[in-house]
């Protein structure tokens, strides 16, 4: 097959992130390999010199005819290299967060982020919400930004069997269980998810899958403080996607209120499994959740608590919210559309 061009990935996440930066990595260039092969990849993962300063020219020498940084940053040499740069930008989490990062991490973020945001010859943003910030903080003019969502893994799309995911499920919890997935840290609001579920006047298990550092430890306090140490359980070391989707499965609502997301990955896959959502009203999980989900202030525990507990007790709801939030995931995340969204862009540039 004639090769119609050649396009050089930053791979380090692709081979070395279990979560969210390396699975939209793999999930993307599996996407272009299968659905164009014409395609021709190199898969670039280098010492952080060459990544940062000289991976430009190397790909410019190897024939690249776009270099595609798949993770918020292109090489610092990709201007002067001469080659066409596409930079994804997933958030920006250290402006809009900052509490959660260190001074100097923010520093360097901005140094590196913002100056691919402002160089690349294209950005693609994985969602609405994280356009508008790169324009607001970092000046990129809207025309030079595509909005393409992060693509779901394929597996998400192929309903698993009921009997087949309890099977999976029941080596971790064998009881009824309200979900969440994403690391645990301040931005994600496992606190105030906590804080609602301890509300609520009857209680299955809370499953939460995901892992921490200080601010863990800081949960942890909480579930021992109020006694909820036995209906809790904290899975960290779940990294395979068909065993989420069990979980996504067999979950009576996934718990999703955080204060800031990029995409809101777990949201879309939650909702491919006809599970109810509820979510929080801010950035970008509005267009991940759709109008099936219930969306909350994420600060308003209250209202996640009084929520949880009209769903816990109402099954014609549930089912109701479970398939609306399937439609408007089968609408606006077809992996088909997206691919080809990616290689439209590609197309464009050249």
């Known amino acids: 097959m004639k090769v119609e061009m050649r396009i050089g990935y930053d791979?380090?996440?692709?081979?070395?992130?279990?979560?969210?930066?390396?699975?939209?990595?793999?999930?993307?260039?599996?996407?272009i390999h299968s659905l164009h092969p014409e395609i021709e990849t190199r898969l670039y993962d280098e010492k952080a010199l060459t990544r940062t300063f000289r991976l430009g020219r190397k790909?410019?020498?190897?024939?690249?005819?776009?270099?595609?940084g798949l993770s918020n940053e292109v090489p610092l040499d990709v201007v002067k290299a001469g080659i066409k740069s596409i930079v994804t930008i997933h958030d920006v989490a250290w402006r809009t967060f900052p509490a959660m990062y260190k001074p100097i991490d923010i520093f360097l973020y901005d140094k590196k982020y913002g100056w691919s945001a402002k160089h690349a010859?294209?950005?693609?943003?994985i969602s609405e919400s994280t356009k508008q910030d790169v324009m607001r903080f970092y000046g990129v003019p809207e025309e030079?930004?595509?909005v393409i969502y992060q693509p779901v893994q394929q597996l998400f799309y192929t309903p698993m069997e009921r009997q087949e995911a309890e099977a999976i499920v029941k080596e971790y919890v064998d009881d009824e269980f309200i979900l969440t997935v994403g690391s645990i840290n301040?931005?994600?609001?496992?606190?105030?998810?906590?804080?609602?579920?301890?509300k609520l006047e009857k209680r299955p298990k809370f499953v939460v899958i995901g892992n921490g550092h200080e601010y863990r430890k800081l949960c942890e306090k909480y579930i021992s403080e109020k006694g909820l140490s036995n209906d809790v359980i904290i899975i960290d070391n779940i990294h395979e996607g068909y065993i989420l989707q069990a979980f996504y499965t067999c979950a009576k609502i996934l718990m999703y209120p955080s204060y800031y997301e990029g995409f809101g990955l777990p949201v879309v896959e939650a909702a491919l499994q006809h599970c109810p959502i509820i979510t929080s009203n801010v950035s970008s999980l509005p267009e991940a959740a759709g109008a099936g989900a219930i969306q909350v202030a994420p600060n308003d525990i209250k209202t996640i608590a009084s929520s949880l507990n009209r769903l816990l007790t109402?099954?014609?709801?549930?089912?109701?919210l479970g398939q609306k939030a399937y439609e408007h995931a089968t609408e606006h995340f077809n992996p088909?559309?997206?691919?080809?969204?990616?290689?439209k862009l590609y197309n464009s540039i050249l």
Do not use: P
């Open 186 to 198: 301040a931005r994600k609001n496992l606190l105030g998810m906590l804080k609602a579920y301890a």
């Open 314 to 320: 109402d099954t014609q709801e549930c089912t109701y």
């Open 336 to 343: 088909e559309e997206l691919t080809n969204d990616i290689y």
């Open 11 to 31: 791979a380090k996440r692709y081979y070395h992130n279990n979560t969210g930066l390396g699975n939209y990595s793999r999930t993307l260039v599996n996407a």
């Open 59 to 68: 790909a410019k020498a190897d024939g690249c005819d776009i270099y595609h």
């Open 144 to 146: 030079r930004i595509s």
């Open 121 to 125: 010859t294209h950005v693609i943003c």
